[in-house]
């Protein structure tokens, strides 16, 4: 054994955290030398083609690769940051309780981000169904044509936060700000894009992604999506804001915007809809209001750390192919999703107003349940590069973070399932009075408990191959599964299985992309076991 693994010299806690985000892990969290979760049993992955164990040789390997340079005498990179101090040799390895503890404090403020998005559709749908199960059935469709629609547009952010973190590290603020007035650009050009699409073509989708049997709910539907129209522009723009915010480590700035975003719908929402009666009009009115706001907080914000977030410019060319490069593999994987979604509520929109209706309700609490795991995704991008392929690359390290961020993602997924469909079984009356879709909905919680469950872990891993920069792979996969889900959903409408059989597609849909991920990393010839899996300059590149 290396002696200078037992070195009691004390972590630098100065230099640990120079170039890491706000709430950086505690060097006892991710440490090589605890054991991960005493109290639990540990993910066991097959020998590789030596026909070791993997645990055995990551931890034999340790000894040489804790001798890699440190990149000038403890600069503060994030390896630095596993290094366990003698104090923390003496007193054992930590808890579960506060291994989570930990990740709470280091990924708290992302969950607001992702939970006011889903908290306004909520909100919205809450409203409408205690008033009218037409106008709750219309907004299902309503709902897919903005809220998914917005959530292809993605892309924009993956590459904002990509080009500006970059330029920010090689210290260059005048390339970032170029960066940001370009994508604000591309934002608002694509947020003018959509509103005409949706002024123009907006009738004609939806009449047929509803069908004819349905035509009565189209009205109401167009309603909601040409008010929430006007909002393209400022979502999109807000979206680029909101990752240049990311990107520079500055989640609260955001997290304020969304918070007061999602407070002017709630107000909005009772104001319209239950005193003056607007019904789905009035829910549209407010949720693009408080869409509008929100972007305009989230520049605001940029202005404040000394970024020009009005200031937009026209990209090159060349520009434009680097965002493509960057953007096109999560714009596929994107939309994948995003299309097996719109196919789930388009068939279930073919099963008559009361099935919608309750299609409507539930997969608006799952979007609301399982934003609760993407700050472990977050969690990972932002941790995982520097272990993967940084120059204090340490792949034994990068193991043991996956492991708990699995581990943990699965109490979360297992909390999520029982208070998730705790909602919809015994407090149905929140979302609606009306008994036919109350009965509706009871039909598919089993499934929809068995899809949730593993949907934070599933974060993890996608997370982590996204750090990776193994996009190709996670695009392709994420195809796979839409093409596997939409046969299953196909089959199932085709038998006369109804909504449970959507549902369970669903938990097919959810459950594959978990499996085939988890593959990809523990293979012997993945991104966490081979150091031949990356090009040798990309491993030698210094994040800084």
């Known amino acids: 054994m290396d002696i200078r693994l037992l070195s009691s010299r004390p972590l630098p806690l100065a230099s640990s955290i120079t170039r890491l985000p706000p709430r950086p892990f505690p060097s006892r969290f991710l440490s090589p030398r605890s054991p991960l979760l005493p109290s639990i049993p540990r993910i066991r992955f097959p020998p590789d083609a030596s026909g070791r164990g993997r645990l055995s040789r990551a931890c034999s ?51 607001g981000l992702w939970i006011c998005g889903p908290l306004m559709s909520l909100i919205d749908t809450m409203v409408i169904g205690q008033g009218s199960s037409l106008e709750l059935a219309a907004l299902g469709p309503g709902t897919v044509f903005c809220d998914y629609l917005c959530y292809v547009f993605m892309f924009l952010s993956i590459a904002t936060s990509n080009m500006v973190a970059t330029s920010l590290a090689k210290k260059d603020k005048q390339l970032a700000q170029h960066q940001i007035s370009m994508l604000l650009f591309v934002a608002f050009a694509c947020g003018l894009g959509m509103f005409l699409f949706s002024r123009l073509l907006g009738t004609q989708v939806l009449a047929a992604f509803i069908g004819s049997e349905n035509f009565h709910i189209v009205p109401a539907a ?6 929430r129209s006007f909002a393209w522009p400022a979502v999109l723009v807000g979206l680029v804001a909101q990752s240049a915010s990311l990107g520079m480590k500055d989640s609260w700035g955001p997290l304020r915007a969304l918070a007061a975003a999602s407070a002017i719908n709630g107000f909005g929402d009772i104001l319209l809809c239950y ?66 979604y719109s196919l789930l509520t388009y068939f279930a929109t073919s099963m008559g107003t009361m099935t919608i209706a309750a299609h409507q309700v539930m997969i608006n609490v799952l979007c609301m349940c399982t934003v609760w795991g993407e700050p472990l995704s977050q969690t990972a991008q932002s941790f995982m590069p520097e272990l993967i392929h940084g120059v204090n690359r340490s792949l034994v390290k990068a193991r043991m973070l996956l492991k708990s961020l699995i581990i943990i993602g699965a109490m979360i997924g297992l909390t999520l399932g029982v208070v998730g469909t705790s909602f919809p079984w015994f407090f149905p009356y929140l979302f609606t009075n009306d008994r036919m879709v109350i009965a509706e909905m009871h039909k598919v919680l089993l499934p929809y408990f068995i899809a949730l469950i593993v949907t934070p872990s599933t974060h993890s891993l996608e997370g982590t191959l996204l750090a990776g920069r193994d996009l190709r792979f996670l695009s392709l996969s994420m195809t796979g599964c839409f093409c596997f889900g939409g046969l299953i959903l196909l089959l199932v409408c085709s038998r006369g299985c109804g909504l449970p059989g959507c549902w369970w597609a669903l938990a097919g849909f ?9 593959q990809r990393l523990i293979s012997p010839h993945g991104m966490l076991y081979s150091h031949d899996f990356y090009p040798h300059e990309l491993v030698k590149v210094k994040t800084t």
């Open 61 to 111: 390997s340790h000894a040489e690769e804790s001798q890699l340079p440190d990149s000038g005498g403890g600069d503060g990179t994030i390896a630095e940051a596993f290094t366990l101090s003698g104090e923390e040799l003496e007193s054992g390895p930590p808890s579960i309780w506060t291994q989570m503890k930990e990740i709470v404090l280091f990924a708290g403020p992302a969950t």
């Open 510 to 518: 959810q459950w594959a992309r978990f499996s085939l991920a988890f």
């Open 275 to 340: 005193v003056f009666g607007f019904g789905i009009a009035g829910a549209a009115w407010a949720t693009m209001l408080s869409q509008v706001v929100a972007a305009f907080m989230m520049m605001n914000a940029l202005n404040k750390i000394g970024f020009r977030a009005f200031s937009f410019s026209v990209p090159s060319p060349g520009e434009l192919l680097h965002i493509f490069e960057i953007a096109a593999p999560v714009f596929i994987t994107m939309t994948s999703k995003v299309v097996f």
């Open 222 to 227: 167009n309603t909601y999506i040409q008010i």
